[in-house]
């Protein structure tokens, strides 16, 4: 499961309340593009804001809509206890992975983390990834740590944070020697995501195989595919977004797209988030219209 | 209200489970020796962790033991709706004045921040403190984002976080300036609280209150009666407890402190956070046996 492209999609939040039914449609655009697996409940799902109950929704939504697609779902919190509910939930939606970022508001120690991680492994009956996102959480995994977490019963696959691109080969290269064989490699992020594949990383967990499916997929493939040119070409075209996301982060540039592709309206995020400006959203529309057809 | 000594406590988590009975001990501790107001749900009585009936039913319990000692209580919360249910359930508990920090998982922005404490000024009829504490908030302000939020209706004071000792006075000086002035300007930390009270900064919110009331009363006392030189002298005997708070974090440190006086058992932090090492806690109790008689 923890191959290829994984669709992040967002959760439209609209006037404080999770629309399900245009969190379905945005599941369902991923899945039908042909996205190895969808991720409900990543970063760029606000799963971090929402209340159990909204996540448990949120879960069942998304395995419904993505029918025989496997969906990951993502449970980190604060408290350890309500991760293991979330972990509970999840796998009773019909989650086949769990996502964990160690969340935190006190500075956790790297006991506390693999603590965690145990607890969870020691609850869960489906896969789990480990999500290593330090602008989120502000917690830094060493390799060691991936090492020990990974070694865990069902701890599967790591999500790795990017690095610049001139340093992915030797990242994913640093990396697989430390993990288990049996553990997945992923990347997030941006423009680090292509070389990082077409260096061997298992999976790009994608902010973008969420909005636009079809740019993530065709990167995804020809990674697969062994051809670097036409991943550095795919990655190229995505320049100007790549720069949007470096500017106001990826979760607002994502949520102004979606809005301008008429899938959501403007404001989608959950206070106190916003969305961008209009300056911003204007860069956002121009980058859209000079994308050229996928 | 936002003046002297405002003394922080635990809130013990044993097992999961907010201890209602220890609380209120630590809470009677402070108020009798004489703290100007008790802090409830800081960062200190781990409220980020807590469900909202869990800081319902602490809010309660702290204004209830508090007795004629005015309680502050923490709202902060990832979503503005979150804040604004902590506002109203903090003021049917009798809180005298609100406790607000960003707390963010995708950074915040200044627009967000300042969006955040409109909403919570729009809906509160109690004084509301501008929580700043980038170390688990992970936003800094402005010092003219200070004055901004603090120029909104009920927000009467800032809680600062600390800045080296040799540069308090100046800080305070150069806050001062810009807030307005009926905004009281606080300071939370360590050794820079007794120079920024000498400085004239106006409350101390103090994690020391919360677990050393008496220590911390007399240091605030010396202050506020402009005898510099004693300020001086009770930090210096303090400096192995500020060491200990720099290497390991306040909160961890004075859940061992708790528990080496016998105020709570050792184990009294919600997961994932753990009590200190065996060799961090030998050092907690070298600290306490060497300082002096308050």
């Not at 290593?132 to 020990?148: C, G, I, K, Q, W």
């Not at 069902?154 to 430390?178: F, L, S």
């Not at 292509?194 to 997929?217: C, E, M, Q, T, Y």
Request: glycine residues 8%.
């Amino acid at each position: 499961m923890f191959t290829g492209l994984s669709a992040f999609p967002l959760t439209p939040v609209i006037n404080d309340t999770v629309d399900l039914d245009l969190f379905t449609a945005l599941v369902r655009r991923a899945a039908e593009v042909g996205a190895d697996s969808i991720g409900a409940l990543g970063s760029t799902g606000s799963y971090a804001y929402l209340s159990r109950e909204e996540r448990r929704r949120v879960a069942e939504a998304a395995v419904q809509a993505a029918g025989e697609v496997p969906v990951i779902v993502g449970i980190g919190a604060l408290r350890t206890s309500d991760v293991l509910r979330g972990a509970e939930d999840a796998q009773h939606a019909g989650a086949a992975g769990l996502l964990l970022a160690p969340v935190s508001y006190q500075p956790l120690t790297e006991e506390e983390v693999a603590g965690l991680f145990e607890a969870v492994s020691a609850a869960s009956s489906v896969p789990i990834c480990i999500y290593d996102n330090p602008t989120t959480t502000r917690f830094t995994f060493t390799d060691e740590l991936y090492a020990r977490i990974g070694a865990l019963p069902h701890v599967e696959a790591v999500k790795i944070p990017p690095r610049p691109v001139a340093e992915a080969a030797e990242r994913i290269r640093q990396v697989r020697i430390v993990l288990p064989a049996d553990v997945a490699l992923g990347v997030s992020g941006d423009e680090f995501s292509g070389p990082a594949l077409s260096a061997g990383a298992d999976v790009w967990f994608s902010v973008v195989g969420g909005i636009l499916p079809d740019r993530a997929l065709a990167l995804t493939r020809a990674a697969q595919a062994g051809d670097a040119d036409t991943v550095r070409q795919l990655s190229e075209q995505l320049e100007p977004l790549w720069n949007l996301f470096r500017e106001f982060g990826s979760l607002r540039v994502t949520s102004a797209i979606a809005s301008q592709l008429g899938l959501v309206p403007q404001d989608n995020l959950p206070a106190p988030l916003r969305p961008l400006g209009e300056a911003a959203q204007v860069r956002v529309g121009r980058m859209l219209s000079d994308l050229e057809p996928a």
